[in-house]
């Protein structure tokens, strides 16, 4: 398992487009990928689930990836964050 807390800079957070961005490039991994925030544990494969976790412009999020992958899911992961989400 390996994780990495970043900071989600697109100012609109984990609305519909970028939870969709994010589950669509995680997605393909094997590895499971799971988003923490505010004590939960939310799967990032699902948009659904993504945007009921409510995450706002400035959170702080833990990625946290397990699996065969996990290093190169984590990193897609991050970067996608890091980049704003495609916003």
């Known amino acids: 398992m390996v994780s990495k807390v970043v900071k989600v800079t697109n100012e609109q957070g984990m609305h519909m487009r970028p939870a969709t961005v994010f589950s669509a ?6 590895s499971d990928v799971k988003i923490g925030y505010n004590g939960m544990q939310y799967d ?9 976790a409510c995450i706002k ?4 999020i833990e990625i946290i990836c397990d699996g ?13 964050v890091e980049s704003g989400l495609g916003d």
């Not at 412009?57 to 702080?60: H, L, N, T, V, Y």
């Open 25 to 30: 490039a995680v997605t393909p991994f094997e």
């Open 57 to 60: 412009c400035g959170a702080e």
């Open 44 to 52: 990032g494969k699902s948009v659904m689930m993504l945007m009921a």
């Open 68 to 80: 065969s992958d996990e290093e190169a899911a984590l990193a897609k992961a991050v970067e996608l």
